[in-house]
């Protein structure tokens, strides 16, 4: 089966050459991979692919168990770059789930929330183990919005005038959507967070987690059942079979344990500046590009970027 090997970055861009000459320094350490032409452009001094053919036994998804691809990442991370390899087939998804904190914007909302609560430092460390999958979800949150109780829900609004997109997350849903595809952003956070953060960025819809409100204080608790990593795999099952799409056909992308499920489950499961679990576990890396990465693995280019809202 004929693969692109894609080398990105938003860290480290070339200067004017072309192509081969950006990935001369790589072409011995990717010769494995059989390439079948010279790199391209997808995106100048920013994106480059070549078509290959790899071997009858070589797996896309089981790269971070190959030892001649780790070697081939590890060079490219030195150079401030990401390689990933995809099937042509099929290379163009027709749903993306994306996580929204840390991901689809810059930090995590509910630290953000703490913050402003006066709460950071307890609420942060929290956060952390739960990301990295070292504590349960579900009680950590718990947890978490326990310690808000009794502050006021107005800081809701600053939560929202403080949440930043991530760089490439409205090209990435912009573009995404101008091609046909169905785009959610599905987050263990808070709806009082992803319906603003949706609407700017142009995705279809959002599922998050509800947290109780009562005479203009945060009471505490959170409305069950918590939405976690079951529930994010479930609502990417869940919205193939709304529009009869099959799971090669979708794109979803995190950074956190909780998003492990859907990654693996999707046709394009994409670990973005992932925590250790997801970086043993996931096969597409996006550690040195922006969120246009997950377009780059699409094969678009920089000219089919649509910039403008849908």
């Excluded at 000459?21 to 790199?39: G, R, V, Y």
């Excluded at 430092?121 to 326990?146: C, N, P, Q, S």
């Excluded at 995404?176 to 709806?191: E, I, P, Q, T």
Aim: net charge negative.
């Amino acid at each position: 089966m004929h693969h692109a090997l894609v080398f990105s970055t938003s860290k480290h861009p070339s200067g004017d050459g072309d192509a081969a000459s950006w990935l001369a320094d790589l072409a011995n350490d990717f010769a494995f991979l059989h390439p079948l032409d010279a790199p391209y452009w997808l995106h100048r001094g920013y994106a480059a692919e070549l078509l290959c053919q790899p071997d009858s036994g070589f797996a896309a998804k089981d790269v971070q168990h190959n030892s001649a691809f780790q070697t081939l990442r590890g060079l490219a991370a030195d150079k401030q770059m990401d390689v990933n390899i995809v099937p042509l087939y099929r290379r163009r998804k027709q749903i993306l789930i994306a996580d929204m904190d840390s991901t689809i914007i810059t930090s995590e909302s509910l630290d953000d929330l703490a913050a402003l609560a006066g709460l950071g430092d307890a609420v942060t460390a929290i956060t952390k183990r739960a990301m990295a999958g070292e504590i349960d979800f579900e009680g950590a949150l718990f947890e978490r919005v326990g310690m808000l109780a009794g502050k006021s829900s107005r800081l809701f609004d600053q939560l929202i005038e403080t949440a930043t997109p991530t760089s490439g997350a409205i090209d990435l849903v912009h573009t995404m959507r101008a091609n046909g595809a169905k785009c959610y952003l599905v987050s263990g956070g808070f709806d009082v967070i992803t319906g603003p953060v949706a609407a700017l960025c142009g995705f279809h819809d959002h599922h998050a987690n509800h947290m109780h409100v009562g005479d203009g204080k945060i009471l505490g608790t959170v409305q069950t059942p918590v939405l976690d990593r079951n529930a994010k795999a479930a609502y990417l099952a869940h919205y193939c079979k709304q529009h009869g799409i099959d799971l090669v056909d979708t794109a979803t992308i995190g950074d956190g344990a909780n998003d492990l499920a859907m990654l693996q489950a999707a046709g394009m499961g994409v670990a973005f500046e992932g925590k250790a679990l997801l970086l043993a576990e996931v096969a597409i890396q996006l550690n040195h590009t922006d969120l246009r990465g997950l377009l780059y693995l699409q094969g678009y280019k920089d000219s089919d970027f649509v910039l403008e809202k849908i």
